[in-house]
């Protein structure tokens, strides 16, 4: 039984979740573990080195280009820890994969406002930062999902579905015949993920299990964010797509098995796991949300707010790796279109910080008003040039017109998906800048 109130507990130590005393530290990170606790025993995949978050941290749901979630462990977390004060509002400029903004308030007890132009990844930082009470994960699987199988089960598209399940993969046609499945079912306004994904990037089962999630998403605001939250985190883990929905495996001689892997994953046994992790967090104080541009944003924050800062550093959208994570978080999506089935440009949220001509500016503006309002700065980027046209050094210098600059750095890797000429490789090793700014 680990003592009341420690903290530096070991991923090894194998407590069970019931040991963890009520009000002790680590009792939010044992309950954010679940069964992640004993997955993780020996292993930390960081080298062993033992910080008192690496378990909840550990826990990896969905894959982001950009994600803080290894750096958190790697002197991020400590740099937030130290800059900002109980009391004091973390803004999660760019909050993307929600790592950061769950960190600082479920770990950190720090009141967060996130924001980001994606709403799936609002509906992730929401699902934990409107809550200041944990849920139990148990009334989900037992009501929610229970019904979303009912759901499913009383289509009448299941009865195909299940049986071009037991096909797959058994002869030259299935992957088309799957295809022309789908869009059969293309004026069935119940129907969203199949009618525009399925048989591409998600087998007809796994598209219309996803649509029967969202058919019967509870109606309570915190229950609701917590299963969508868990839909996204689902259909994240079964696309059929290497880490984004850029583009599908096609059925081609090399890529037909990773296809086949993908489409056997059940989305289900993936929403399951993501509400066990999801559903018991919660935060000391109630954060805040908001879908919008983070320069914006900036010019209404308070001088005693810590901004944290990490920009897009590629020059492709990120609207285009995520558009089918956005069509589950909104609900509706109109015509898509082409090999990545993408929604049309006016439907995608685009980003001057991946506008090689408009990046730099954006960047300068934010640090302005930042600086304007008063506020601390923690900012993260890729040392060297990034697509996007910007490096950390660029950043650096812009910083110190506004403010008194304190950096570190963290070995880190990055991913260049869609990246430039000269970088190719999906993942880069690469020094990542830490930079503190104060007025
Ligand atoms: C590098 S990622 C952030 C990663 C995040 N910190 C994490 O740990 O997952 C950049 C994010 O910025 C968002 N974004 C791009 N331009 C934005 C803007 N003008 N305002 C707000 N968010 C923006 C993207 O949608 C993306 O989620």
Redesign the pocket.
Known sequence: MPPRGARNWRCGDRWRVGDVTPGSGCNLVARACGEAISACEGDDGLGGRGTRWECSLEVELIK??????SLLLNGLGDVIEEESRAGERVV?????????SWFAAAELGREVLA????QF?VVLARAVLARNRPLESLIFERGWLEEARAWRREHAAWADAAQLERRRGKDSAWHRRAQRLCQSWKEDDELLVTSRYGGHYFSPMQALSLDAMLAVLPEAPEARDVCLASAIVAASRCAAAPGHTAQPFKATETASKYLLEAWSRDAFQAATVALRRIAPLSVKRRGTTVV????EIAGCLRATDVAFV????SAVQ??RFYHVLETVARGWCGEVRGTGRYPSREER?R????QRTKSRA?ISELLMRLSQRGCKVVLTFPLGECSNGVSGEWIEDTAREFFHVLRRTAKSSFSTLGGNATIRAARKEAREMILVLRA
């Open positions: 982001f280009m950009g994600s803080k979630r999660d400029l760019f909050c993307g994969s929600a790592a950061v924001c980001d132009l994606q990844a919008g541009d983070a320069n990490d920009p897009p550093y990120y609207s949220p980003s001057l910080y991946s954006a």
